[in-house]
C-alpha cells in the first residue's frame, strides 16, 4: 500500500522481509518481480484513470529499458554481491529523495523540463540491466534520477516509475524464467495481498498526497529497505 502510493511496487521491501527470512536470492529475485508486475499494473492503471501520465515522458526510457531488463533477468548474482549492491543504491537513493523533500518550494527556474531523449535511453538502459539483475524493478533506481535533473514533478514521477516497474519487471521475469522453478508455492496468497494494498496504495497516491508527503514516504522506505540489505 506505501509503496503504490508513490508510484513505486514494492520490491526493494519484499526483497528485505525474504532476506530476513532466510530466501535464497533466486526465490527473492524471481517472487519480487512476480508481485512488482501485479502492483506496478495497479499503479498504471490508477495513474493513467487520474490523468497522471505522460508518455512524452515515459516511452524514452522504456525503449532501451525493456530489452536491458530483459538481459538482466538472465543474470544472477551471488548472494555475497547481490545484497550490499541493492542495499547501498537504496541508501544513496534515499539521501537524495530526503534532501528534495525538505527543501524549500521550487523556483520558477525549477520548473520541470522534458527528459533530453539520448540521456533517458542511456538512463533506462542502465538501470534496466540493474534493476533487472537485482529485481528491484527498475522504478526505485528511476525516480531519484528524474527528481534530480528536474524531469518531472514527483506526481509525475511518480506515474513515471509506476509505467518503468510494470515494463522492467514484466522484462526481467521473463529473462529470469530459468528460474521460475524457485517461486514459491505461498505466491497466488501473496500476489492476492499486494493486490489488495497496491489498490489502496496507488488510488491515494494518485489522488490525495502531497509532494512532499510523496518524497518523505519514499526515502523513509528506501533508507529503510537498504539498511536492512546492507545488514
Request: avoid cysteine.
Amino acid at each position: 500500500m506505501v509503496y503504490a502510493a508513490v508510484g513505486q511496487a514494492g520490491a526493494s521491501g519484499y526483497i528485505a522481509a525474504m532476506g530476513l527470512a532466510g530466501f535464497t536470492p533466486l526465490a527473492m529475485k524471481t517472487t519480487a518481480l512476480a508481485l512488482n508486475l501485479l502492483v506496478a499494473s495497479i499503479g498504471t492503471i490508477m495513474f493513467l484513470r487520474a490523468g497522471r501520465l505522460s508518455w512524452r515522458n515515459i516511452w524514452p526510457f522504456a525503449i532501451l529499458g525493456f530489452p536491458f531488463s530483459l538481459l538482466g533477468g538472465a543474470v544472477h548474482l551471488p548472494d555475497r554481491v547481490y545484497f550490499p549492491v541493492v542495499g547501498i543504491v537504496l541508501i544513496l537513493s534515499a539521501v537524495q529523495m530526503a534532501r528534495t523533500a525538505f527543501r524549500s518550494k521550487p523556483a520558477a527556474s525549477e520548473i520541470p523540463v522534458a527528459p533530453p531523449f539520448l540521456a533517458a535511453l542511456a538512463t533506462g538502459a542502465i538501470i534496466g540491466f540493474v534493476s533487472g539483475t537485482t529485481g528491484t524493478g527498475g522504478g526505485v533506481f528511476l525516480a531519484p534520477i528524474i527528481l534530480a535533473m528536474n524531469w518531472g514533478t514527483v506526481r509525475q514521477t511518480a506515474a513515471t516509475t509506476a509505467v518503468y516497474n510494470l515494463m522492467s519487471s514484466g522484462a526481467a521475469l521473463i529473462g529470469a524464467n530459468a528460474a521460475w522453478g524457485h517461486l514459491p508455492a505461498a505466491l497466488p496468497v501473496w500476489l492476492a495481498a499486494v493486490a489488495a494494498g497496491g489498490s489502496v496504495g496507488a488510488w491515494i497516491g494518485s489522488r490525495y498526497l502531497s509532494d512532499r508527503w510523496l518524497r518523505g514516504v519514499l526515502a523513509t522506505l528506501l533508507l529503510v529497505s537498504g539498511v536492512k540489505l546492507v545488514w
